[in-house]
């Protein structure tokens, strides 16, 4: 599927994807910096991805985690620096959150609250847990 945004293409086919881009914003992000190629690689396998082109280049990704019955978990969300402020996060998260309509959504962000509770995306800490892997 794809969809235009003002002069931006954005697309969930895999195949477009660019993985040393991917790879590179990962890297420099709090949440991901520590993750291999390898690990890179096989979460994009078994996600349905979403991407953001400018001229033949990506720019911007997303992940989402789903049973596609009750719950979709979106991670991954980054806009590439130079692209920012332009409503891409907004459009993106937008999108997305249109195709899991009906499902319930979780994420996890510690500076974009205010993107996500646009969409209804609500803090809480109460009732999640988290267990991260050791080593």
Request: proline residues 1%; contains cysteine; hydrophobic residues 35%.
């Given at each position: 599927?794809?969809?235009l945004?003002?002069?931006?293409?954005?697309?969930?086919?895999?195949?477009?994807?660019?993985?040393?881009?991917?790879?590179?914003?990962?890297?420099?992000?709090?949440?991901a910096n520590?993750?291999t190629r390898?690990t890179?690689?096989?979460s994009i396998?078994?996600?349905?991805?979403?991407?953001?082109?400018?001229?033949?280049?990506q720019i911007?990704f997303?992940?989402v985690i789903?049973?596609w019955?009750t719950?979709y978990y979106?991670a991954?969300?980054?806009?590439?620096?130079?692209?920012?402020?332009?409503?891409?996060?907004?459009?993106?998260?937008?999108?997305?959150?249109?195709?899991?309509?009906?499902l319930?959504?979780?994420?996890?962000?510690?500076?974009?609250?205010?993107?996500?509770?646009?969409?209804?995306?609500?803090?809480?800490?109460?009732?999640?847990?988290?267990?991260?892997?050791?080593g």
């Amino acid at each position: 599927m794809e969809h235009l945004y003002n002069h931006y293409r954005f697309s969930d086919d895999k195949s477009q994807l660019d993985l040393d881009a991917i790879q590179t914003f990962l890297a420099k992000s709090y949440w991901a910096n520590h993750r291999t190629r390898e690990t890179i690689e096989k979460s994009i396998r078994n996600s349905t991805c979403y991407g953001i082109y400018c001229g033949g280049k990506q720019i911007g990704f997303a992940r989402v985690i789903t049973d596609w019955a009750t719950v979709y978990y979106l991670a991954d969300v980054y806009i590439d620096e130079e692209h920012r402020g332009h409503g891409l996060g907004k459009e993106l998260v937008g999108w997305i959150v249109k195709q899991y309509e009906g499902l319930s959504g979780l994420l996890g962000t510690l500076d974009a609250h205010g993107l996500y509770e646009q969409f209804g995306f609500r803090r809480n800490a109460e009732r999640f847990m988290v267990r991260r892997p050791q080593g």
